[in-house]
């Protein structure tokens, strides 16, 4: 019986070895990692324009009246430049009593009925002209004004794209450099892609630091230049480091 035991055992160490020395032999690969970055710069072909319409009455139902009438009069402006309704969203409403406190005392002052009002606008040709009606319909501050692209999907994948070569021909470089040469990639990893749209902050300064849009414009002249946005991407790759 101890006999069958051993020869039991025996056949079980045969069985196992190969796996176990299989094991001892397998080596991690050599690698080398690269870091790749890439930007794409492209003409924006959309801009967000932010409004806000403010109005300011002791009696609540009048200062909301006039804040109606003035939004009202915008989003005409708006559907006449044929930007679509699905373009166009009032961000926001709020009502409060606002105090004067400047003199320690506090006195009130009236209601304060505000809506802030958001425009896409894809033809940006027409901005200035619909800036200048806009504020001429009531609108009495310009939040924000972003220029964007439309085709960010295309751009993000462009900018990967570079980034990746970019990498490669780093670590060919560098493989080179030591007598190496560069095999497949083992690792990619993407570190991030960004865009970065581009604010216009041109105006007056307005009450906490807005920026108060009040009047309108009387030059014909074009005074906004569109530049470029910029979208970057960065890649990590790890290939694998092979003898020349």
Known sequence: MKSIHKIIFMLLILLFVPFVVFAE??????????YGDAEVRVVPDEIILKLEVETLNTDLNLSKEENDQRTKKVLDVAR??????????????SIYPRYDTSRYVRKFEGFEVSKSIVLEIRDVSKFEDILSEVLDAGANYVRDVIFRTTELKKYRDQARSHAIKAARE???????ELGQRVGKPYIIQEEG???ITRRDRSGLMGPQGTLYAGGSSTSSDDTIALGQIKISAKIVVCFELLEP
């Open 25 to 34: 032999d397998k080596t991690d690969p050599r690698l080398i990692t690269v």
């Open 80 to 93: 006449k430049n044929k930007i679509g309704e699905k373009h166009i969203q009032t961000d926001f409403i």
């Open 170 to 176: 780093k670590a060919n470089k560098l493989a080179k």
């Open 193 to 195: 892609v960004q865009a």
